[in-house]
């Protein structure tokens, strides 16, 4: 199995940036499909962001879309999420996800993902 630690959350002001950092141990990490997703105070936790094995495909929630960027480093272990133009509605922690994958696919759904980080605070001031 892999572990997956996140980190880089913080407290900004709208129209600032962020990046997101998602380290990974254990098994081989470009074996795995990796996501992103985030949970505010009293909603569910949705998708955000995520980008299969290879880094060749990747899909975002449309209320991201232009405003955030997913990559990953498979010699590094790490995967990013840069958010730019941060909205208050951004608020949430995140969380990265992996499922070990060598489709092409990006998943979106929660329960396609096997292995989860435990999440990282983002606030964003209006």
């Known amino acids: 199995q892999v572990q997956l630690v996140e980190s880089g959350g913080g407290l900004v002001q709208a129209g600032d940036s962020l990046r997101l950092s998602c380290a990974a141990s254990g098994r081989r990490f470009s074996n795995y499909a990796m996501g992103w997703f985030r949970q505010a105070p009293g909603k569910e936790r949705e998708f955000v962001a995520g980008?299969?094995?290879?880094?060749?495909?990747?899909y975002y929630v449309d209320s991201v879309k232009g405003r955030f960027t997913v990559s990953r480093d498979n010699v590094k272990n790490t995967m990013h999420l840069q958010m730019n133009s941060l909205k208050a509605e951004d608020t949430a922690v995140y969380y990265c996800a992996g499922r070990e994958s060598l489709e092409r696919t990006v998943y979106s759904g929660i329960e396609r993902y096997d292995y989860w980080g435990q999440g990282t605070q983002v606030t964003v001031s209006s």
């Open positions: 980008i299969n094995w290879s880094g060749s495909s990747t």
